[in-house]
């Protein structure tokens, strides 16, 4: 079965960094494109990185841009996230999605079929 | 930037009872919105993708409608497992701007 692990969070001062990492398993990982999604603490969900299946192409939230690198290991089946000038409304529970892959990347048409148990990431003094 | 507005924020239900949630959008998405359920402590789950289509193993009392700006989830018949939050997200922006809503919380009547 599908399978999202996620590690990595912590608590780190602001502007300081963090790389979060997410091991998949149970489908073809170098087939799907795949997402980055945080939620603030008793908040909502913020999209927040998209990346192809072949990793050459990335986008992401203004919130984050400039900031944050989203790759990809397909040899290794690991999505990551570098996030850097950490600040505190970086703090939120981060979530690797697959997503449901029934369009082309370049649609823009994502939705996330998939999720992982998510990885708590605070930043504070 | 689209905004999506659910409302209400909070729904109280009784058990068997139907339940319908709404979502705006600030500018047309055409039909390319999903809605998901997260229960306390839990990761997301897709309910419904392309404004009505149900996502898989997803039962039948949950069906979504609308296209536009306007749109509805609605649940048949709430079971427990049912009482969760629920978002709206458009798909509908390029380069990709993916938004939801702000959520809709069914609780126990």
């Known amino acids: 079965q599908v399978q999202l692990v996620e590690s990595g969070g912590g608590v780190v001062q602001p502007g300081r960094s963090l790389r979060l990492s997410c091991a998949a398993s149970?489908?073809?990982?170098?087939?799907?494109?795949m997402h980055w999604v945080r939620q603030a603490p008793g908040k909502g969900l913020e999209w927040v990185a998209v990346?192809?299946?072949?990793?050459?192409?990335?986008y992401y939230a203004d919130s984050v841009k400039g900031r944050f690198t989203m790759s990809r290991d397909n040899s290794k089946n690991t999505l990551y996230l570098q996030m850097n000038s950490l600040r505190v409304e970086d703090t939120a529970v981060y979530y690797c999605?697959?997503?449901?892959?029934?369009?082309?990347?370049?649609?823009?048409?994502?939705?996330?079929?998939?999720w992982g148990q998510g990885t708590l990431v605070t930043v504070s003094s | 930037e689209m905004v999506m507005t659910q409302s209400p924020a909070t729904l109280s239900v009784s058990p068997g009872e139907r339940a319908t949630l709404s979502c705006r959008a600030s500018?047309?998405?055409?039909?390319?919105l999903a809605w998901y359920q997260q229960r306390p402590g839990q990761a997301p789950r897709l309910l419904i993708y392309d404004a009505s289509t149900r996502a898989t193993d997803i039962p039948a009392r949950f069906s979504g409608s609308g296209s536009g700006t306007e749109f509805s989830l609605t649940i048949s018949s709430l079971q427990s497992e049912d009482f969760a939050v629920y978002y709206c997200?458009?798909?509908?922006?390029?380069?990709?701007?993916?938004?939801f809503g702000g959520g809709t919380k069914v609780e126990i009547k």
């Open positions: 149970g489908f073809t990982f170098s087939n799907n494109i």
């Open positions: 999605a697959r997503d449901r892959g029934d369009y082309d990347f370049w649609s823009g048409y994502y939705t996330f079929d998939y």
């Open positions: 990346i192809s299946d072949d990793g050459r192409n990335k």
């Open positions: 500018q047309s998405v055409s039909s390319n």
């Open positions: 997200q458009q798909y509908n922006t390029w380069p990709p701007a993916l938004t």
